[in-house]
């Protein structure tokens, strides 16, 4: 690609970062409809939780077959039908009146969101200057979780307002407006339409994944991704809000506002860091840890405070766990100057599984021991309990460290030996 500016390419941008802004607030509508749910459906935490790691497995688990599809058809023919699928899934939800049939509806959910944010950072780099393309990556992740909040404000006005059925399928109608703006508007790139990639054999899908893979900066960017972003999903998919108000005692106006708190730390956080990984590529690694390690520390301090934690130190942790989704971007920066064009989509696809992988692990278990820690027949969650459960992050970090550490030295001798040849 070319360093002159492509007419058009913010318009491009605008309307695929709105959609995946829609994408997220469906992705995230449990988030403050938690307590609603297990009271519509009749069930207790683990099958809560199942709603969220279902949705997560079937996202993470379509990220290398929708990046080989972006690859062979192109962003924009992806993209769209995710919006289409979003359409009809968040509709079935908001009219589910059974466990089973909102879990059915929460798997499309999942499949249409998964279709979605790869597509965008194809067209990203697709459309932007080399040099542009870290910035506008990590402004992008952080933008789109104006979604969360979406979740978080709104949705907790429309399900006391209007009720479960209303609310839910309103936000269905923001995906269709948003699949019209995408089939009229969005270019695969700024030469044509749609463009299509050379089909692939069985032999070829695993030889081109097998090549995205072997590259240290593939895993690295994985690991990368896997270690950052699951505090802040967990908190802001499903947990925190219980958290806030079952174990920290903080009233719900405070809990919801600790939601917004931890979208607007992930949006403010992204172009700051995208200005340093611009400036300082060879130290993407470097800054990965120590944010990792800032929310470990950060986290240790609040589950070993005595008694209630202060507000403070909740708005803290919020703030420190929110940098961690923007953080997570930078491992698609270090996929991106690892991999050629033509293998973009399934190594992203790759990477884009670590942190939904990690997420979905700590819901479920986190569902897990808050019902074995909590005494049989009791109406909320013990602090104890959810000391706990928020406890089973500490595995995920010390898995995702040690990857980090195995890889961060591979990369750099590829990434210098790449740079220099």
């Known amino acids: 690609m070319t360093e002159r500016h492509y007419p058009g390419a913010y318009v491009v941008w605008i309307v695929a970062l709105m959609t995946y802004l829609i994408a997220v607030f469906h992705r995230s509508s449990l988030a403050v409809a938690g307590i609603v749910a297990a009271e519509r459906f009749d069930i207790n935490a683990a099958q809560l939780s199942t709603f969220v790691t279902l949705q997560l497995l079937v996202y993470a688990g379509m990220q290398i077959p929708v990046g080989i599809m972006v690859d062979r058809f192109g962003p924009r023919a992806v993209m769209l039908t995710g919006a289409i699928i979003l359409t009809f899934a968040q509709l079935a939800f908001g009219l589910a009146e059974s466990y089973s049939m909102a879990l059915v509806a929460r798997v499309f959910v999942g499949m249409g969101d998964a279709m979605t944010f790869i597509c965008l950072l194809r067209l990203i780099n697709s459309w932007f200057t080399p040099r542009m393309i870290p910035q506008v990556t990590t402004f992008t992740g952080p933008v789109g979780q104006l979604g969360a909040i979406a979740a978080a404000v709104p949705m907790t006005w429309?399900?006391?307002?209007?009720?479960?059925?209303?609310?839910?399928?309103?936000?269905?109608?923001?995906?269709?407006?948003?699949?019209?703006?995408?089939?009229?508007?969005?270019?695969?790139?700024?030469?044509?339409?749609?463009?299509?990639?050379?089909?692939?054999?069985?032999?070829?899908?695993?030889?081109?994944?097998?090549?995205?893979?072997?590259?240290?900066?593939?895993?690295?960017?994985?690991?990368?991704?896997?270690?950052?972003?699951?505090?802040?999903?967990?908190?802001?998919?499903?947990?925190?809000?219980?958290?806030?108000?079952?174990?920290?005692?903080?009233?719900?106006?405070?809990?919801?506002?600790?939601?917004?708190?931890?979208?607007?730390?992930?949006?403010?956080?992204?172009?700051?860091?995208?200005?340093l990984i611009t400036n300082h590529p060879w130290h993407r690694s470097t800054v990965v840890l120590v944010?990792?390690?800032?929310?470990?520390?950060?986290?240790?301090?609040?589950?070993?405070?005595?008694?209630?934690?202060?507000?403070?130190?909740?708005v803290v942790l919020v703030v420190v766990a929110g940098i961690g989704g923007p953080a997570s971007m930078i491992g698609f920066d270090v996929v991106r100057t690892a991999n050629p064009i033509e293998r973009m989509g399934s190594a992203t696809g790759i990477v884009n599984q670590g942190g939904f992988i990690a997420t979905l692990l700590l819901l479920l278990a986190i569902g897990l021991i808050l019902d074995w820690r909590t005494p049989a027949g009791s109406e909320t969650y013990l602090p104890e309990a959810f000391t706990w459960a928020m406890s089973a992050q500490y595995v995920l970090w010390f898995v995702g460290m040690v990857q980090i550490w195995r890889y961060r030295r591979k990369a750099r001798t590829a990434y210098a030996h790449q740079v220099l040849s």
């Open 158 to 275: 429309a399900l006391g307002a209007v009720g479960w059925t209303p609310a839910y399928v309103f936000s269905a109608l923001l995906s269709l407006v948003s699949a019209i703006a995408v089939f009229t508007l969005v270019k695969d790139d700024p030469t044509a339409r749609s463009v299509r990639g050379e089909p692939l054999s069985w032999r070829g899908v695993v030889s081109s994944l097998s090549l995205s893979w072997a590259e240290p900066g593939t895993r690295l960017g994985f690991w990368m991704h896997f270690t950052t972003q699951f505090s802040a999903n967990m908190l802001g998919l499903l947990w925190g809000f219980p958290y806030f108000v079952q174990s920290e005692h903080a009233s719900e106006h405070f809990a919801g506002l600790l939601l917004t708190i931890l979208v607007v730390a992930v949006i403010i956080a992204g172009p700051i860091l995208g200005r």
């Open 291 to 314: 944010i990792m390690w800032s929310i470990v520390v950060v986290w240790t301090v609040t589950l070993s405070w005595p008694g209630d934690a202060p507000e403070w130190l909740l």
